[in-house]
């Protein structure tokens, strides 16, 4: 049974920095590409990230490129985010997913994706 458990999210301030973490279950993590995405009260999901089977390629949204950093540790199973110089615009409820890798370093559309975390919670107040 393929499970992603993301944790790590809180209340914070603006400018503040959070890691997201995501650990992952019942999947070869290292032949999978990883995604984070987020969901705004109101408001469609959208691709915040993503990052190669390997971790050397990696590619963001430009709403937090320079702002956010993608990494995974394939020993551990786990994926991260980290997410500095927060913003209000940035409140949401963040995603992971996971996609089985078959010849693109990285994916950028939900659909893309065929596993998917609960969720976690991060608001950012001004």
């Known amino acids: 049974q393929v499970q992603l458990v993301e944790s790590g999210g809180g209340l914070m301030q603006a400018g503040d920095s959070l890691r997201l973490s995501c650990a992952a279950s019942g999947i070869t993590f290292s032949s999978y590409v990883m995604g984070w995405f987020r969901q705004a009260p109101g408001k469609e999901r959208e691709f915040v990230a993503t990052i190669s089977w390997s971790g050397g390629r990696t590619y963001y949204a430009d709403s937090v490129k320079g702002r956010f950093t993608i990494s995974r540790d394939n020993a551990r199973k786990t994926m991260y985010l980290q997410m500095n110089s927060l913003k209000p615009e940035d409140t949401a409820v963040y995603y992971c997913?996971?996609?089985?890798?078959?010849?693109?370093?990285?994916?950028?559309?939900?659909?893309?994706?065929?596993?998917w975390g609960q969720g976690t919670q991060v608001t950012v107040s001004s």
């Open positions: 997913a996971a996609r089985y890798y078959s010849g693109s370093s990285y994916y950028t559309r939900g659909d893309d994706y065929a596993y």
